[in-house]
Structures are given as C-alpha cells and as structure tokens.
C-alpha cells in the first residue's frame, strides 16, 4: 500500500491561488484598510486642547454633520468637482477624439501622447503656482489684455478667485481625462465608423450613435478620477483662491493642524462615505469592468 | 426588392501616393448577378470593392451604376451596401437595433424601424435572437445579423468583403449555400471578394480573378476554370498544369492528364517519375517530377487507380488530348 497522501487537484489549485493573492492582501491590507480602520476609530475618540484619548463619541460626527460650515463647503467644493468635471470630460473627449481618429499614424499619435504628458514632468505644486505670474494684477494675462486694449484695468477675478481654482484644477487633471478615454477609443474598431457612414449616419450622429456610446468607460474612469482627486483636495484651492475658498480637503488639514485628530478623523471618514457614493452612483450607469 | 441594376467599372483606377492598386480596370457587373472577385491578397480585389462602397476614393475613372454615375456620391446614396470582414456590427445595440441602424439615422420612427428591422431578421433566420447583443451570438449569427443590416437599405447591388474567411470550414459551406440562396431570391447584384477559388467557383456566376491590380480573367466560373486565359490564372485557380508546348504555355487540367504504364502508349509525350501518391477519396492525386517539364500533378480517378496502382518511384508515360491544352497568354 502506497503511504503518500493523495492530495486532491482542485484543492491544491485553490490553496495555490491563496498564496498568490496573499502578498497584495498583506500590502493592501497594511497600507489601505488599517490605516482606514484607524481613522475610523479616532473619530469617536475625545480630545481637548493639548491631547485626545479613546472613548466612544459621536460629538465629532454631530458637530461635523450639523455645522453650517460644512454645508457650505461641501456645496463650495461639489461645485469645483462639477465644473471640473465638466471642462475635463470636453478638453479629455475633444484631446482624445482627436489622437483617436484623426491622427492616422502610431508613432505619430504616440509621439502626440508623450507631449499631453509632458507637464506631468514637474510637480504639482509647481505646475500650480506657476500660474500665479500668469494671472495676477500685475501678471502676463493682465498686462497682455491692456496692451491689446481689451481692458483698461486689470480684472480682478482672474487669481485669487473660483476662476483660478477651476482653472489650475483643470490644468492638473484634464490629462487624467484624455488618458482613459484615448485608451477606449482605440478599442472601437474603425470599421464600425465605416459600418455607420455606410448606413448613411453624418458625423455628428457617428459621434452620438457610435463613438460616445462605445467610449463610456473611459469617459467614466476618467470622471472617477477627476471627481477623486477634486473632492480630496486641499492644496490647489488654498493657493489659487489665496485662502478666500475652503474646500473639504481643508477642512480636514486646518483640524490636523490645530491636533483635532479625532475631528479630522471624523470629517475624513464622511468625505470617503460621500465619494464613495459619488463613485456608486456613477457606477450604475455605465459598466466598467470591460475595461479593467 | 427587384431594383437590380448593371454596375459597370470605366478605368477605375485607386493609387495610393506612387502605388498602384487597382490599375485602369473594366467591367460590368450584370444587374442580378452573383460576381466573386478572385484573387490572391494585395491584388486589389478589396480595394475595388471599397472604391464601389464609396469607402475608397477613386482616383480615375468611373464608377455606374444603371444610368447614374455614383462615383463621388457618399456611400449611403449609391444604392449599395456593404457587409463588412468582421461584420462591424455595432456591440453596444441589440440586434434589432443594429439591424434598424440605418433608419434610425434617417429618422424613421421607433416601431416603424424596427419593425422593418424585424422583417429582414425573419429573412436571415434570426428573428429568436433580436433583442441579444452581438457578442452573445456565434460567427454564423452575426453574419446574418449583418446581412440584415445591409439588406435593410434596399441596396441594388450588395457588396460582401471576404464574408465566410472568419467562420469554420463546415460553417463556412453551410453560409455559402444561403448567400446564394439569399441573392436568387432577393434578385439583386452581389459582389463578393474571396481568395478562396472553391468558394468563388461554388458560388459565382461570374468570376472576375484579379492579379498586381488588374483583371487576369473574367467569365463564368467553368470558363475560368476549364480554360485560364493565362499562366496566373491557371495556377491560381489550381488543379492544372502548366506545360510547355513548342515553346508555348498550354494548360491541362490535372484531371485530364492520361497516366499510361507504357511509353508511346496513345501518344504519350512526358515522361515522368511519380513523387508521391495522395488518396483524396474519390480520387487519387500523382505528384510527378516531369524532369525539364517541372512538377506536375495527375488526378486519377479511384476506381482506374486501385485497378492498377501505382508504386512511388514508377516511370510513368504522360498524355493528353489536343483539345484539353488551352493556350496561355503570356
């Protein structure tokens, strides 16, 4: 008789694909769910002036959750995220159409593509301030206006203002836009714009009928991007709106810095509920999962 | 839908900057027709289709098609339509809606449109599948849902771009049958682009074979197949020999080749070592080395075959008869 276990194959196969999942498990489960389990704790602990301590409170969540303040802010940065989203889905769509199907040749479409990435070569905070000289009473766009006669005295409202904060948050995320998008849109075959054109469809009612409908998941993973990284931010509102805007993102760094860490905590913990919910929304209408 | 016109070819010409696709050809493709453009890849059968779609433009000549040149109109008012490689069906709709694509662009009502859409899908069969998308159908499906879809414009003249290369062997014969079918009973012209000959001979009556972007031969399959026009033609359309008889290309047909065991045996010319013995069922093929003559194939019938057979490495006597050698142009 033969001593050696039989190990059945299915099995073995499924303990092999535990043990393969098991080291991004263990990274995600170190880096991203304990940090969230630990927020998620501090917000109902206590705090005074000089220390907090555990307990269970909702007076972090109360005080959020009913201060007009919020409400206001939530409602400031809702409308940042939407006009974002807006001028970043045109600008993405229009970018990405553009290397898609009119740029016939691959090298030069990628050669395209390398250039839209191009500003990502500096960092953010750099490609922000930049804008500063451009725009300010006394900067190029100003001086420029007043020389050609458009203006006879500086507007007011170019920096320091929502205009500079929508305009920066556009120049920062538009790319992550045309990214997802330029990568659906190479997935339609181009004999469907023929197939259309054949049916005697005119350009526009390709783009409407063929091209928009078939480029969705990109339009949307580039939405969940934008409307990501918008609601999550602090740094760009506070530079370009000269600290006049508050946002949710600051919010939650003024109480980090006054050593509110349960407050932040608690802030934090619903505005990860509210764009999770964004992104389950939106996740509804158009199926993404082809394109992961 | 008996609105079947003549399409007739004027120097129609596609270059492609220095290149040369399609050279100055001529044809007509009788109205209620079956035509097969024929021809090995890269000698410009696609592109002539494409020219008659209005997907190319034409670089010189004409294209008509009855009494109206519709050489520069758009490809949805030239009274053809095109059933696409890959069948290009539109993944995101149902079939019925892919099917009623071109009558929505025109405005046709919802029901209206798809009812329409729903008579053609009963046409090719598919009337159980409309409301599925296209990739939950197998190859076969999807041909008929684009076969609908071409139909459903009420085209003179349907073009058909390499329609059964993506379907299985089995499938492929079953499809041909009912493209064939399909076009007897709607009446109208199809032109249909392989680089199959079996498919081209079972289906077309017409054969239009074409080489380096121009038209080799055109007639009707049994004319192109019994007597190539020339040496391309002849080893294209396979099944012939090439020879050479004083000093002029004749081709025979493997077919007709007489096998004889002895020399001077009925007039036999060739004399030929046998290279190897293929059994294909009904027949029986001899690959022969023919010395200065080349390689030659002989089809014996199975039955005179195993009456006799032959061993690999017998000297055998070849011959055929005058009215079997066609002359080729060069």
């Known amino acids: ?292 | 839908m008996t609105n079947a016109l003549d399409l007739e070819l004027v120097a129609t010409t596609k270059r492609y900057g220095e290149t040369v696709a399609v050279a100055a050809i001529d044809h007509t493709f009788k109205a209620g027709t079956y035509s097969c453009l024929l021809g090995p890849s890269g000698c410009g059968k696609s592109s002539t289709l494409r020219m008659i779609a209005g997907h190319e433009q034409v670089s010189e000549g004409d294209i008509l098609l009855g009494d109206a040149n519709i050489t520069d109109r758009p490809p949805a008012s030239r009274g053809t339509a095109m059933m696409f490689q890959n069948y290009a069906l539109f993944p995101h709709i149902s079939v019925v809606d892919n099917v009623a694509f071109s009558q929505k662009m025109k405005g046709v009502a919802k029901p209206v449109r798809r009812k329409r859409a729903m008579e053609l899908l009963d046409l090719v069969d598919m009337v159980s599948y409309a409301e599925r998308l296209p990739d939950q159908l197998s190859g076969g499906q999807q041909q008929r849902v684009a076969l609908a879809r071409a139909l459903i414009t009420e085209p003179s003249v349907l073009l058909l771009d390499e329609p059964l290369s993506a379907l299985d062997p089995f499938l492929r014969i079953k499809m041909r049958l009912e493209l064939k079918r399909l076009q007897r009973e709607l009446g109208i012209s199809f032109i249909h682009v392989t680089h199959s000959q079996d498919e081209a001979l079972a289906l077309a009556d017409d054969i239009i074979v074409m080489n380096g972007g121009k038209i080799e031969q055109a007639g009707s399959p049994r004319d192109v197949f019994n007597a190539p026009a020339t040496e391309f033609v002849a080893r294209f359309i396979g099944g012939h020999n090439v020879l050479r008889v004083g000093g002029e290309a004749v081709a025979v047909r493997a077919d007709k080749l007489d096998v004889k065991r002895q020399a001077g045996e009925g007039g036999a010319t060739l004399t030929a070592a046998v290279k190897d013995v293929e059994y294909l069922g009904s027949s029986v093929n001899l690959a022969l080395d023919a010395g200065s003559a080349g390689d030659l194939t002989a089809a014996v019938s199975d039955t005179v075959f195993f009456a006799d057979p032959i061993e690999i490495g017998t000297t055998v006597f070849l011959a055929w008869k005058p009215e079997d050698a066609h002359a080729l142009a060069v």
């Open chain 1, 1 to 292: 008789m033969k001593t050696t276990k039989k190990i059945d194959p299915s099995k073995r196969a499924e303990r092999v694909s535990w043990m393969l999942v098991t080291p991004l498990a263990c990274v995600l489960g170190f880096f991203l769910l304990l940090p969230i389990l630990t927020i998620v704790t501090v917000s109902f602990w206590n705090f005074n002036e000089w220390s907090f301590f555990p307990d269970f409170i909702l007076d972090n969540y109360v005080y959020h959750l009913t201060s007009a303040v919020t409400w206001a802010t939530y409602l400031k940065t809702l409308k940042f995220m939407v006009l974002t989203w807006c001028f970043c889905a045109v600008i993405g769509f229009t970018v990405a159409y553009f290397l898609a199907f009119h740029v016939r040749s691959l090298p030069v479409q990628i050669a395209l593509f390398l250039v839209c990435t191009i500003p990502f070569w500096t960092s953010n905070i750099i490609r922000m301030i930049s804008w500063i000289p451009f725009l300010g009473r006394n900067g190029i766009a100003n001086s420029s206006l007043i020389s050609l006669g458009v203006i006879d005295e500086p507007l007011e409202w170019l920096l320091y203002s929502d205009f500079a904060v929508v305009l920066a948050f556009v120049h920062l995320y538009a790319l992550f836009m045309v990214v997802p998008i330029f990568n659906t849109m190479m997935r339609i075959d181009k004999s469907l714009i023929e197939a259309a054109r054949d049916a005697g469809a005119s350009g526009l009612q390709i783009l409407t009928n063929v091209i928009i409908p078939l480029a969705k998941p990109g339009i949307m993973i580039g939405s969940i991007f934008v409307v990501t990284l918008v609601m999550g931010d602090f740094i760009t509102v506070r530079h370009m709106s000269g600290g006049q805007s508050a946002s949710v993102g600051r919010i939650i760094s003024n109480e980090i810095a006054l050593l509110q860490y349960p407050a932040a905590a608690a802030s934090s913990v619903v505005l990860l509920c509210t764009v999770l919910l964004m992104i389950g929304v939106m996740m509804r209408f158009v199926d993404i999962r082809k394109e992961l």
